[in-house]
């Protein structure tokens, strides 16, 4: 008879050290990625005439869909480095001001986001999601403060039923991320040194990426471009 095989721990299995980051031994902390967005061609905004709730909201609304600013800076863009850990952890924000979402566009770690309703009117918050569960809830005036969980990577877009015309973003991103200002500007903080994958996305113009080499203590920039659909 044949001897039987003894097959010890043999098998396949998958050493940690397989995962090791570079970046995660460096002592040196972070730098800083100054990101500019450019836009080569005109700003999109709509207009419409309001006829509700005009004591707060006004009579014209504008959609602001691509705002180019000074020197064809792109507003509104995220830029994120989401292999960057250790980003603020503060609960983000979005309020509903003068039937407008404010900020137009915020980033937040996975987790919570505060909906505020500063307006002292009816609003009702509905986000369009994938990853997400969709949120689709009343906001009274009485209630100025919802608390909502927004836990896997997304850009969940916002609009209120009760005034058509209000748009807004919740860009939900792992790593450091921030908007681009009115200039195309955004910075990101405490990136760790090393290679980083840099990425945007606006609303209308969709995503880019680059990788950058970040430098401990130093500012780097990188520039995009985005282009018309
Ligand atoms: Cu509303």
Redesign the pocket.
Known sequence: MRKALTIGTAGVFVAASAMWLATSVSAQGGGTVEVEVKYNGAPQVEKLKVNKDTEKCGTEASIEKVVVGGNKGLANAVASAPGAKGASKAKAVID?HG?KFVPHVVVMQPGEIEIKNS?D????IHTYSTANPSINKAQPKFKKVMTEKLEKPEFVKVT?D??SW?LGWVAVVPGVAAVTDSNGVAKLENVPAGKQKIEVWHETLGKQEKEVDVKAGATTKVSFEMKGK
């Open positions: 509903q039937c307006d009117i009816l609003h009702n209120c009760v005034h209000m």
